[in-house]
């Protein structure tokens, strides 16, 4: 009969459970479970894989550029985020109500780091999450638009509940690629969470992007619902070349 069970299992798709059936039978018996708590037993483990599934496939998907951690952040010798600071935001609160954050300061000061560290946290929690650098994100949209399907990309980074486009600021952006990114922040604005850095301040987006009225436009949007961190320093990179 266990054969059976294993192959109905599957057929159910609780590939989980079919694995798993001998040892969840031998510790119903050994433990003398209810029937109730033998099958509560049984989907909880279930979920459990499933749930670690979904976020191993979820990681997979939001392409980040290494795993960082708020464990190897070194809060001494950045002040602007603190351990508390962290705890908070990792009830994602913030999430949940669609803000964003924006990381903002000199290179080196561990913006991309904390975006990073926040967004696995994120994607650990079950969030769907995608990071982008901001020459990335341009390269996509703009081919895209080639392919006339940017209607249908949009729709596709909607579907991520948070979106980090890390690096604005560092290189100019053509007048096209400014509107096509003007269309991607009004599609996300007040439905998804959006975290940025950037090495300028706003006042500064403007030559970045090249036109003050898109900019005008953008920053309206994003900063709606937001909450900025000025980060400042030394660069981390530098840490310990300049002593003596
Ligand atoms: P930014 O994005 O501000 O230019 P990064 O986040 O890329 O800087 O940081 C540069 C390097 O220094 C990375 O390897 C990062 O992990 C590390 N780093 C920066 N700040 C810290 C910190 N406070 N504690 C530990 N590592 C840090
Ligand atoms: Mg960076």
Redesign the pocket.
Known sequence: MINRVKENLKRVRCYHSATLLDSTISHAQKEELSYLAFLDYFLEQECHYRNQTSINRNIKACHLPNI?TFD????K??HAVSKRTIAEWKTFDWLDKRENKI?M????????????ALSYEALKTGYKVIFFTMNKLIDEMLLAAYNNEFKKWLKKISKFDLIII??IGYLPIKQESSNLFFQLISELYEFRSIIL?S?KLFKEWGSAFGDSVITTAILDRILHYSETII?NGD???M?GKNKK
């Open positions: 960082k190897d952040f070194d809060f010798y950045q990381f300061g000199p290179p080196g000061v561990g913006k991309t780091h904390v975006a990073i890390d690096e850095t090495n980060m660069s981390y990179r840490k």
